[in-house]
């Protein structure tokens, strides 16, 4: 599946979805809608016509190795890190945050929302300031459905058109 307003990479073919039995995308939503987070973040980028970008972040925080280990095998993308007593799998891969979204969605019941306005914000192009800002508000949207960014969420809508100059 070709997502929109993602840069084509290799014509590389991702297990995610092929080989993942329906039982198999249950558990992972089950964990992410549990011990699992979908974080917006618009960080500065040089390289970005508008000087930014939008990242989607999945996680997954657990104190059993054995189940992060097994995500890691079984999605075929992401890092594993330990922070003190826990271990986390993380990834920021654009295109395969995209795919796992649309392949556990149906399972999801407390994040689906969320997965829906992550969607929204991968396959949005950003070739006008006014795409920039939509997704911006999109990412406001996510960070307020978050639990743990409600105290400490940056207003990204704010943060950018600060940035534009009154001639933009």
């Given at each position: 599946?070709?997502?929109?307003?993602?840069?084509?990479?290799?014509?590389?073919?991702?297990?995610?979805?092929?080989?993942?039995?329906?039982v198999e995308r249950a558990y992972i939503?089950?964990?992410?809608?549990?011990?699992?987070?979908?974080?917006?973040?618009?960080?500065?980028?040089?390289?970005?016509?508008?000087?930014?970008?939008?990242?989607?972040?999945?996680?997954?925080?657990?104190?059993?190795?054995?189940?992060?280990?097994?995500?890691?095998?079984?999605?075929?993308?992401?890092?594993?890190?330990?922070?003190?007593?826990?271990?986390?799998?993380?990834?920021?891969?654009?295109?395969?945050v995209y795919e796992i979204l649309e392949?556990?969605?149906?399972?999801?019941?407390?994040?689906?929302?969320?997965?829906?306005?992550?969607?929204?914000?991968?396959?949005?192009?950003?070739?006008?300031?006014?795409?920039?800002?939509?997704?911006?508000?999109?990412?406001?949207?996510?960070?307020?459905?978050?639990?743990?960014?409600?105290?400490?969420?940056?207003?990204?809508?704010?943060?950018i058109q600060d940035s534009f100059s009154?001639?933009?």
């Amino acid at each position: 599946m070709q997502v929109p307003g993602i840069i084509e990479q290799s014509m590389k073919v991702h297990p995610v979805g092929k080989k993942l039995s329906e039982v198999e995308r249950a558990y992972i939503a089950g964990f992410l809608d549990a011990d699992g987070c979908i974080m917006a973040t618009i960080e500065p980028h040089k390289e970005k016509r508008y000087k930014f970008r939008v990242r989607i972040t999945l996680k997954i925080t657990q104190t059993n190795r054995k189940i992060i280990d097994w995500f890691h095998k079984k999605l075929k993308v992401g890092t594993v890190s330990i922070n003190r007593s826990t271990f986390n799998w993380i990834t920021r891969d654009q295109e395969m945050v995209y795919e796992i979204l649309e392949n556990i969605k149906p399972f999801l019941k407390v994040k689906r929302t969320q997965a829906q306005y992550a969607q929204k914000i991968i396959s949005t192009s950003v070739n006008y300031k006014k795409d920039l800002l939509q997704v911006a508000r999109l990412a406001d949207a996510l960070s307020r459905l978050n639990v743990r960014s409600k105290n400490r969420r940056k207003n990204y809508i704010t943060m950018i058109q600060d940035s534009f100059s009154s001639n933009d």
